[in-house]
């Protein structure tokens, strides 16, 4: 599901670079590079409309996937498996081992002071 979801966000974001590069702020843009017959056909205002909907479409399916991948991802990814602790097992009703204290390591003799 991971795979799915980073895939259809990938796909989405290069779609939606791809419809603000083509679009000129001046309201050139593509229907610019058509010609006086792609302005008799589509038009110079419907091509901006056209951009600026597909802009806003493309930027909400980007939001909705990036805040439901996850709930989907979170059922199918496993993380680090940890050993329960002792108060869990003690919970648990199971068992819990008794340890030995741990001996710390006995201290270094202090060197002796130098006589002058």
Excluded: Y
Aim: net charge positive; hydrophobic share 50%; charged share 10%.
């Amino acid at each position: 599901m991971l795979l799915i979801f980073g895939i259809l966000i990938i796909l989405a974001c290069i779609l939606l670079g791809f419809f603000v590069l083509i679009q000129n702020p001046k309201g050139g843009g593509l229907s610019g590079s058509f010609g006086g017959i792609g302005n008799q056909v589509i038009g110079v205002r419907q091509t901006t409309d056209v951009l600026e909907k597909g802009t806003w479409i493309i930027a909400v399916v980007i939001a909705i996937l990036c805040l439901t991948a996850p709930f989907f991802i979170g059922k199918s990814a496993k993380g680090p498996v940890s050993a329960p602790t002792a108060v869990e097992k003690a919970s648990a009703g199971q068992p819990v081992p008794q340890q030995a204290p741990a001996q710390l390591p006995a201290p270094a003799p202090l060197p002796a002071p130098d006589k002058k």
